[in-house]
């Protein structure tokens, strides 16, 4: 998942004074080993594992965030938690890796980082919260990016994509 170079990410800019409050959901057996780096590198006042966020309530943590980060380092498809958080109109910052800047690049470029490493995370999240901070430009990226997922993301776009893809071209058998 990248949470490691998250976290690395996260102790560059609380050393750099930046104001944060990361939070962290979900279960799994890297629990242990996050919560020890979260001591080792003193982000306990700055990050919080809450654990398994059920389903009902993933759209009220989406809508309170200010960003949702996809530190994603490989074999991410599609991009679910994208497009869920855009359609609750908040902006996503993820790495250069599966869907995710072709999601992302269509809302604006700034929000991929340039590498997977916590260092290009941390800048790229230095620049994204740096713009976040200019008048109008939160609210920009949340609309530009819940009109996206309107537009392309919805059940009627897939299921003519689906119709689409089942009535694609017809192959001709012959038998000899």
């Known amino acids: 998942m990248g949470l490691d170079n998250l976290l690395c ?11 944060l409050m990361l939070v962290i959901g979900g279960e799994g057996p890297l629990r242990e080993q996050l919560q020890a780096d979260i001591q080792r590198r003193r982000l306990s006042d700055v990050v ?11 759209g009220h943590y989406y809508q309170a965030a200010d960003l949702v980060l996809m530190p994603s380092l490989q074999l991410e498809g599609f991009g679910l938690v994208m497009v869920e958080a855009m359609a609750c109109g908040t902006p996503v910052l ?27 995370i941390g ?42 893809l089942l009535d694609g071209p017809k192959q001709v058998r012959l038998a000899a």
């Open 123 to 164: 800048r790229a999240l230095e620049r994204v919260l740096r713009r976040l901070q200019e008048p109008g430009e939160a609210s920009r990226l949340a609309k530009k990016g819940r009109a996206l997922i309107e537009r392309r993301y919805n059940w009627t776009q897939h299921c003519n994509q689906l119709v689409d």
């Open 9 to 19: 990410a996260i102790e560059m800019l609380n050393r750099a004074q930046h104001k």
């Open 94 to 120: 993820g790495t250069p890796v599966g869907a995710i800047p072709e999601i992302l690049n269509q809302v604006d470029p700034i929000l991929v980082a340039e590498g997977v490493d916590g260092p290009s």
């Open 48 to 58: 919080r594992l809450i654990g398994f966020v059920p389903e009902s309530q993933l």
